[in-house]
């Protein structure tokens, strides 16, 4: 019997062993260190967005490095965040409904 059987009787996949997770999880760290690292050194070279003049507020914040990667974390943390206000505000259920609301 060359492949083992788990308890719902499907094969074994390469996923299912722990060390080839982790290896997968490292990939993806080493792939996103590569891919800061390049945002450092093209930041640092040319800038991303040549349409700005240079005596823009914004042309100097969109010059730092990992700008835009920092500006869409926080968007989409603050959304979240803004999400739940809408849902429960003050006690008061602004989007969401009763668990039995259609029964009524």
Not at 19 to 35: A, L, Q
Not at 54 to 65: D, G
Not at 70 to 98: I, P, Q
Request: charged share 25%; aromatic share 16%; hydrophobic share 40%.
């Amino acid at each position: 019997m060359s492949e083992q059987k788990n308890s719902t009787d499907e094969p074994r996949r390469w996923l299912d062993e722990p060390s080839n997770v982790r290896k997968v999880i490292r990939i993806f760290y080493w792939f996103c260190g590569i891919v800061i690292a390049v945002d450092f050194i093209y930041s640092f070279v040319w800038h991303k967005h040549a349409a700005f003049s240079e005596e823009s507020k914004l042309h100097t914040l969109e010059t730092l490095p990992a700008f835009y990667g920092v500006y869409g974390f926080l968007a989409c943390v603050a959304l979240v965040y803004v999400s739940k206000l809408m849902r429960d505000l003050n006690g008061k259920k602004l989007l969401m409904r009763e668990e039995n609301y259609w029964d009524k």
